[in-house]
């Protein structure tokens, strides 16, 4: 018996989980060519699709012509219905519940066109689910665990001669079922009409219902799975684990590209249950007096202390640019148990400062430094996912105001009523990753069926605001660079009073995208952009550059006074303000002209140090590439 396996996903690595899997089992020879399908069905092969379910229920781009090649062939009277027959085959699911209404639309596909032309399904369809609130093990990798161990213990039947093959409809979790053992080679074509009638329905509810008694009670209470848990529900899986016998000699036959890989292991500090905290590669320089980021050159934060975190993880996009590789989850409203957030300030506070404190009597560190990022005084709530999904949005800002920390709020522009809702900040920020309706959709890949409106309230929203507020625009070469009037009818929605315009980062290859270095426009690129965009703005100027972020800034002309800029910020100054605002219940208010300070030369745009703080040493890093040309 061979056993050949199609992974059919969006990227050239697989996911550890599975490779893990197919090299217990099997060694790897390469299969290039989906006509080799039919011949699985005279040498009894089983086949195993695991499939991918990419943008709006479709397959991701390497799949598209099998899956086009499958579905004309499953009608197509050329192939006939028996086309497959003698097929063994199973499929495994790879998708995101978040989707309503195309969840593992491509694996239920795959499987019925697979069926329609005879195949014998051994197996019940398997579904992993990325939604870590709906997986019914608690992630996707652990959704494909307890998948695999079925499959296993499947094979060993079969080695062992048994010919029992499932429809889909056992009520059992042994993967086998009474229909369909016996396969009447008689059966009449009304009969076999009867049941493609009823197969769709069928398989909607066949996939993975009936495995449900084998799972862990953790994963059938309903409960939210807490990052804690994870371990234990692996455990018990692991326990359940089932190996081939050497004697089964199965030879894999492997054709894939893959679409997911990694899990939050990325120097993450994990607060509760959906709150995190990282420290910034622009904190770990300014330690050591090598510059700080560009929010030290456009606004005056001292990046050696600054805090990167988040009291959300989720997020309701799945942008192509994600620097997390979404490896958080994703969701449209809130599904977790709620952390106060005293708590979530606390624990962020003191994991924050255990990380500075790993770089006492690091060489390099400056002491004075050192012992000022002890002390935080910024928070850039941007680490990951949608912050202002957090019911205690308002609570955790005021929190960091009590204790003179300033707050720098990114949103994704789905939640304007949020936006309103929101206590004066620091400087808030608005991602307006595209400027139309196609563009948002294919870059951002937002949840919301309703994302456009609520893209163009957002905007509406953040023009309401009195406190400073900024665009920022995420330059992806070859999909946004050319939407400058868009793009200049957006900014005048929501009068921001700063645009930030950065390139784009690649971030390495991963499941999120398809993005390459192709993608990331040189700096001279974006200045032209930001020239251009500028030039259509008519209360807009070009203000500040930082060069080692590939970054710019455009601000409204208010903050230029008497022939110099001032968009820094007088952090004290803004504490004050609040602190006076929230004594008066809200009734003193202020703008973003209270709390304003002079910007430096060597901030501005067309200076010759580019962004770069003079009072730093810039670190060029030595190219270590051995020259192995000639002899």
């Known amino acids: 018996m061979s056993l050949s396996f199609y992974l059919l996903s969006g990227r050239p690595t697989s996911p550890l989980y599975i ?45 598209e012509w099998f899956c086009k090649w499958l579905e ?93 093959s499932s429809t889909g409809s056992c009520k059992s979790g042994s993967g086998s079922c009474k229909s369909r053992t016996k396969r009447s080679q008689g059966q009449s074509e009304e009969e076999k009409a009867a049941l493609h009638d009823n197969f769709e329905a069928e398989l909607v509810e066949s996939s993975s219902d009936e495995e449900e008694s084998a799972l862990p009670e953790e994963s059938q209470s309903g409960s939210v799975v807490d990052v804690e848990d994870l371990g234990r529900i692996m455990n018990s899986v692991r326990k359940a684990k089932v190996s081939l016998q050497p004697t089964t000699h199965l030879t894999l036959m492997l054709f894939f590209y893959l679409c997911y890989h990694s899990s939050l292991q990325k120097r993450y ?32 934060i001292e990046s050696h202390r600054c805090m990167e975190t988040t009291p959300s993880l989720a997020c309701a996009n799945k942008c192509v640019f994600c620097w997390r590789h979404h490896t ?25 400062q255990n990380m500075i404190r790993q770089f006492r009597g690091v060489p390099g560190v400056k002491q004075e430094r050192y012992e000022e990022g002890l002390a935080v005084k910024h928070c850039a709530l941007s680490l990951v996912g949608e912050p202002i999904m957090y019911p205690e949005i308002n609570a955790f800002l005021r929190l960091l105001h009590t204790h003179r920390i300033s707050s720098f709020l990114v949103t994704n522009a789905q939640f304007p009523q949020e936006i309103r809702n929101l206590v004066p900040v620091t400087q808030l920020y608005v991602s307006v990753d595209a400027s139309t309706k196609d563009s948002l959709k294919k870059i951002d890949r937002p949840l919301f069926r309703d994302f456009w409106p609520r893209f163009l309230d957002s905007l509406k929203a953040l023009g309401e605001k009195r406190q400073r507020t900024v665009y920022r625009l995420t330059l992806v070469k070859a999909w946004n660079v050319e939407e400058l009037q868009a793009y200049s009818d957006l900014i005048a929605l929501g009068q921001p009073d700063f645009i930030e315009v950065k390139g784009v980062t690649y971030c390495g290859e991963s499941s999120a995208s398809s993005l390459t270095m192709a993608n990331v426009p040189w700096h001279q690129e974006v200045v032209a952009f930001v020239q251009q965009l500028a030039d259509m703005l008519p209360q807009y100027e070009i203000a500040c550059e930082h060069e080692h972020s590939n970054c710019l800034l455009i601000a409204h002309t208010k903050f230029k006074v008497d022939g110099e800029w001032w968009t820094w910020i007088d952090y004290e100054r803004f504490q004050e303000l609040v602190e006076a605002h929230e004594r008066s219940g809200g009734q003193r208010s202020f703008s973003a002209l209270d709390y304003t300070a002079r910007t430096p030369g060597w901030a501005l745009f067309g200076a010759h140090e580019q962004g770069f703080d003079p009072a730093d040493t810039r670190f060029q890093r030595r190219n270590k590439t051995k020259d192995i040309s000639g002899c």
Request: aromatic share 12%; hydrophobic share 35%; charged share 25%.
């Open 269 to 300: 500090k994990l607060i509760g249950s959906h709150s995190g905290v990282k420290l910034c590669r622009w904190t770990k320089s300014m330690l050591r007096g090598r510059g700080g980021c560009y929010k030290h050159t456009f606004y005056g």
């Open 72 to 164: 004309e062939a499953s009608t197509d009277f050329r192939y006939g219905k028996t086309y497959l027959r003698g097929l063994r085959y199973a499929v495994f699911g790879l998708g995101n519940s978040v989707y309503v209404g195309h969840y593992n639309t491509v694996g239920k596909d795959v499987d019925k066109w697979l069926w329609m032309l005879s195949g014998m399904r051994i197996l019940t369809r398997g579904e992993g689910d990325c939604n870590v609130t709906k997986s019914r093990n608690g992630s996707v990798q652990a959704d494909f665990q307890a998948w695999k161990v079925k499959f296993l213990s499947r094979l060993q039947d079969l080695a062992k001669g048994e010919k029992k």
């Open 19 to 63: 490779i893990e899997f197919l090299c217990s089992v099997v060694s790897l020879i390469l299969l290039v060519c989906f006509d080799l399908l039919a011949v699985q069905c005279s040498n009894k092969s089983v086949c195993v699709f695991l499939v991918a379910t990419y943008t709006d229920g479709q397959p991701t781009e390497n799949a």
């Open 328 to 352: 958080n989850p994703v969701g449209t409203e809130w599904h977790w148990k709620m952390d106060p957030a005293e708590k979530i300030l606390q624990d962020a506070l003191e994991k924050h």
